[in-house]
């Protein structure tokens, strides 16, 4: 996104009128030439909340709060400073000025908002004039939502009948193509230039940006015999499930302050916790947590609460959470896990209990370190030196994971306390050189090395890669390619490059065989299924590498080629070296070593 103009952002204050601004969110009462109310930052019954008009200043006698219109839209609405500045400048009707050396906004993404707007509006009427709304309407008064609520969240409603959607737009050409391109409408196969609609007979829910724009759609069925249960819209050009979070935008409007965000897995979730009285909640969008989701949190609160089911599924999730935040910790960030009992989930929880209740289940909420230390020790018999000494090698490949040294420090503290063991005899097994750079898979012991399993090959060659992260760079190639096969595209170079390691260490032939059996498939939408489906007579490669295809990828298309092709550049750069000091230590006189470094040196050394 580029950057907004500084001359812009410096004349902005004196340019909006932020009486208007603040009253349209705390309302304000004339105090002679000033304006006065109780202040939203911090529970008061006398008004020492003060809006000094002619200064378009704002400052707080009783919690020193105080600044311009953009510091009031950043605290109160929880945005940070550029959205605030876009805030402030679309309330004012005032053009934003982005700087002209930064690639400009490309045109259709503010079309695209403007369209997903419309589409709501579209939604929000047929819930209210549908011939078929009944039924909608019924749903939503037995899942408890109030009209209110509705309104709140611009719930909808996708008509049933295949073109409702279509036929509303279908007069503008351009406009029936954007809907494409948003996933809305699809294209039908058989009939060129007809389309019928994604969403159909559904409660639909506006999926909004940290801004308030519409973005995207999620649509429940109404019948549980109806599948799937949610349809989400699919990634477009503005939509991307791994850096969104529902209901974000609501839980900043509507908390006033927020001491932690409790994150849930559906939109019902947070649609009842917000009538419950809970607003600051999300939920994500059908993915499991990414590191995109933790940053963004991270910026509006300092201490997120993952609400999951007690259940084993819910458990396998919050687990996966876990093992997505612990590089990502950092000071000040507090990270905790709610379970909730079985066959409970917050939607059904809060109605059945008390604000009040819930609110002390979020207080009692696990910390990261428990959730970490309860969940290794319950796969263990841990109360025998062999659990012991196996917790302590499980808690080290998380642990040594964590970036943020004191907690580091705090977490091999409290691996020496449930062990028994003093912190520096655990503090030097931690310091150990580990070799792999997998997390355990849910539910499973620490991933193996794939050169320690994969036995059905025959011993590497005498010169192979010694480095310290060999046998994980390959694991985290094969991880990779197994979530992405599109990465054994890449430039056509891939297969080349990986045979060249092969050729020197055979360990490397199962990444070899996965790259060619991505390539032998045409079509680049292959399944897991099939890139593994010539490893099936071999048993224990095959039964892991089906345990590795269970694993959720978080990463982006992007970020995994650069991950893939950084893990494989450093084997290359690694068995480099390694066949080099190989040269140099073959070498039988001082005169024949010295040619080899020569020769190294102008990068003409050749093997023997």
């Not at 249960?229 to 974000?248: A, D, M, Q, V």
């Not at 979020?362 to 025998?384: M, Q, R």
């Amino acid at each position: 996104m580029p950057f907004i103009n500084n001359d812009f952002i410096n004349d902005l204050s004196n340019q909006v009128d932020i009486v208007d601004l603040i009253n349209r969110r705390v309302p304000l009462k004339k105090a002679g030439k000033d304006y006065k109310a109780c202040c939203p930052f911090h529970d008061e019954k006398t008004p020492s909340f003060t809006v000094v008009a002619d200064k378009q200043y704002y400052h707080c006698f009783g919690c020193g709060e105080n600044g311009n219109a953009i510091d009031f839209v950043m605290k109160y609405d929880h945005l940070n400073f550029t959205e605030a500045v876009e805030v402030v400048a679309s309330e004012s009707g005032i053009s934003v000025v982005y700087d002209q050396n930064a690639q400009p906004v490309d045109p259709k993404i503010k079309r695209y908002r403007d369209l997903m707007q419309k589409v709501s509006e579209f939604y929000q009427y047929q819930l209210k004039n549908s011939p078929a709304k009944n039924k909608v309407v019924t749903y939503a008064k037995n899942r408890g939502i109030t009209g209110k609520i509705a309104k709140r969240f611009d719930l909808g409603f996708a008509p049933p009948g295949w073109s409702g959607l279509f036929d509303h737009f279908k007069q503008d050409l351009e406009v029936v193509k954007d809907l494409v391109e948003m996933g809305l409408l699809v294209a039908k196969k058989d009939k060129q230039g007809e389309y019928y609609d994604r969403f159909r007979d559904r409660l639909m829910f506006p999926i909004h940006n940290a801004k308030g724009d519409v973005i995207a759609f999620g649509g429940r069925v109404l019948s549980e015999k109806d599948k799937p249960k949610y349809l989400n819209s699919p990634e477009t050009p503005i939509f991307h499930k791994s850096k969104e979070l529902y209901g974000l935008h609501h839980a900043r409007k509507h908390s006033h302050s927020i001491d932690y965000i409790l994150v849930v897995e559906g939109y019902m979730d947070v649609v009842a916790l917000h009538q419950g009285g809970i607003t600051s909640t999300v939920a994500t969008l059908g993915t499991a947590t990414t590191p995109q989701h933790l940053q963004t949190l991270s910026r509006t609160t300092d201490t997120i609460i993952f609400c999951f089911d007690g259940d084993r599924a819910g458990r396998a999730a919050a687990w996966k959470a876990l093992q997505i935040t612990l590089p990502i910790i950092k000071t000040g960030l507090v990270v905790k896990f709610l379970f909730l009992p079985d066959g409970e989930d917050p939607d059904t929880l809060v109605k059945k209990e008390s604000l009040k209740d819930f609110e002390v289940r979020i207080e009692k909420a696990h910390t990261l370190s428990k959730f970490l230390f309860d969940h290794v020790k319950a796969e263990l018999d841990f109360d025998t030196i062999e659990g012991k000494t196996l917790f302590i090698e499980k808690a080290k490949v998380l642990i040594n994971q964590v970036t943020y040294d004191l907690y580091h420090q705090q977490l091999i503290e409290g691996v020496a306390q449930e062990v028994g063991q003093s912190v520096e005899q655990v503090k030097k097994v931690f310091d150990q050189q580990d070799q792999s750079s997998q997390m355990p898979s849910v539910d499973e012991p620490p991933m193996p090395h794939m050169g320690e399993h994969f036995s059905d090959f025959p011993p590497s060659e005498p010169i192979v890669v010694q480095g310290p992260n060999a046998k994980g760079l390959r694991s985290k190639m094969i991880t990779l390619l197994l979530n992405y096969p599109s990465l054994a595209y890449e430039n056509n170079t891939v297969e080349v490059r990986v045979r060249g390691l092969k050729k020197i260490d055979k360990k490397f032939e199962i990444l070899l065989e996965l790259v060619q059996s991505a390539q032998m498939i045409e079509e680049h939408d292959i399944t897991q299924e099939e890139l593994i489906k010539p490893f099936k007579n071999k048993n224990t490669i095959y039964n892991r590498l089906n345990q590795l295809c269970i694993m959720e990828p978080y990463l982006s298309e992007t970020q995994a080629k650069e991950e893939f092709l950084g893990a494989l550049y450093t084997c290359e750069k690694q068995q480099k070296n390694t066949q080099n000091k190989a040269f140099i230590n073959n070498a039988s006189t001082i005169e024949e070593r010295k040619k080899v470094m020569e020769n190294i040196q102008k990068g003409k050394l050749k093997k023997k």
